[in-house]
């Protein structure tokens, strides 16, 4: 069972690309999201997803994309990258059937913009 | 504005000693609390979790007590161990019909040999 994986696990990045970060679980998970975390700033939510074609925004939504097509990929899109977006960034899933499930995350995606 | 707060960023501690970490929350419609567990390099793991209906969860040498009326929850680990040393993050989430989860923004533990 892999459970929460995200590729790739570290990318540079120059000022003004675009990539997407992969999340994927095998879980069945309804819910799905995507964290990022900085120093000294704990996680902070930025998309989430409760099911597939279901999406909203978090707590620091801006310069990021996210598409919901399947239940098991959740990818998140970095349209034009900013030095500001240098973060590790995680994904997390759930299960919405059962109340007051925690989330699972990935081993997470260590990125740098230059 | 946080609505979890964790002070206290660090905590040493003797090995077979207690590790008690603790939270605070403002948002009154929180009602389901959760601490995750992280080693460097590696994703976030679920620890112990809490429902506000109830003031005391355990599970082995983790026990979380919650607090209500203080807005406070806290984390012990008796007894400490090595494998301990980790950050711990507590979490909180209820009240917007999403069950997004709010995050504090983190204790690192130190357990000495």
């Known amino acids: 069972n892999a459970g929460v994986t995200q590729t790739p696990k570290f990318q540079v990045l120059k000022t003004g690309q675009s990539m997407t970060l992969q999340c994927a679980q095998d879980?069945?998970?309804?819910?799905m999201s995507w964290y990022r975390q900085d120093p000294g700033m704990g996680l902070r939510l930025i998309h989430y997803s409760v099911g597939a074609g279901i999406t909203d925004q978090g707590e620091v939504p801006n310069g990021y994309n996210v598409s919901r097509s399947t239940t098991e990929d959740f990818p998140l899109r970095l349209l034009s990258a900013a030095p500001s977006q240098t973060s590790v960034y995680f994904c997390?899933?759930?299960?919405?059937?059962?109340?007051?499930?925690?989330?699972?995350f990935g081993d997470g995606t260590r990125l740098s913009i230059l | 504005d946080q609505q979890v707060k964790q002070n206290s960023p660090s905590l040493s501690v003797q090995e077979g000693r207690i590790s008690i970490l603790n939270c605070d929350y403002t948002?009154?419609?929180?009602?389901?609390f959760l601490w995750y567990k992280k080693y460097p390099a590696e994703g976030p793991t679920f620890l112990i979790s809490?429902?506000?209906?109830?003031d005391k969860n355990e599970d082995g040498r983790f026990t979380v007590f919650l607090n209500k009326s203080a807005k406070h929850l806290s984390l012990h680990i008796v007894p400490s161990q090595p494998g301990d040393s980790a950050v711990y993050f507590c979490?909180?989430?209820?009240?917007?019909?999403?069950?997004?989860?709010?995050f504090g923004k983190g204790n690192q533990v130190v357990v000495i040999p």
């Open positions: 948002n009154s419609m929180f009602d389901y």
């Open positions: 979490a909180a989430s209820g009240g917007d019909g999403n069950n997004r989860l709010a």
């Open positions: 809490i429902s506000s209906i109830k």
């Open positions: 997390a899933s759930r299960n919405v059937g059962v109340s007051n499930q925690p989330q699972h």
């Open positions: 879980m069945n998970h309804e819910y």
